[in-house]
């Protein structure tokens, strides 16, 4: 399985960016595509993931203020971020798994490489 993300970059507070994820090297139904993030000193967290039926889930610390959306036929994963903050500060990375997302990094083992997103106040 292969994750390519791409997007991110520096934004002012109160900004948006979007970041991409696409997937290849397996068919992926039936398996959720996501984000987790990275800050600096910090461990790796769940952000955003949605599962083949669509479904989505959000940490608290996003909901209201990221949307996350796929492209099944593309095997693409979407993130649009809005109303950005400088605590959202962080490289993020695309996930997949089978069935439903963990929301601990350690229960993962497929990920993109990683996108840096910057917020400055």
């Known amino acids: 399985v292969q994750l390519q993300a791409s997007g991110g970059g520096l934004v002012q507070a109160g900004g948006s960016l979007g970041l991409s994820c696409a997937g290849s090297g397996r068919t992926f139904s039936n398996w959720s595509m996501g984000w987790f993030r990275q800050a600096p000193g910090k461990e790796r967290e769940f952000v955003s993931s949605?599962?083949?039926?669509?479904?989505?889930y959000y940490a608290d610390s996003v909901k209201g203020r990221f949307t996350i959306s796929r492209d099944n036929a593309k095997n693409t994963v979407y993130l649009e971020m809005d109303s950005l903050k400088p605590e959202d500060t962080a490289v993020y990375y695309c996930?997949?798994?089978?069935?439903?997302?963990?929301?601990?990094?350690?229960?993962?083992?497929?990920w993109g490489q990683g996108t840096l997103v910057t917020v400055s106040s």
């Open positions: 996930a997949a798994a089978w069935g439903s997302m963990p929301t601990m990094a350690l229960g993962i083992n497929d």
């Open positions: 949605i599962k083949w039926t669509g479904s989505t």
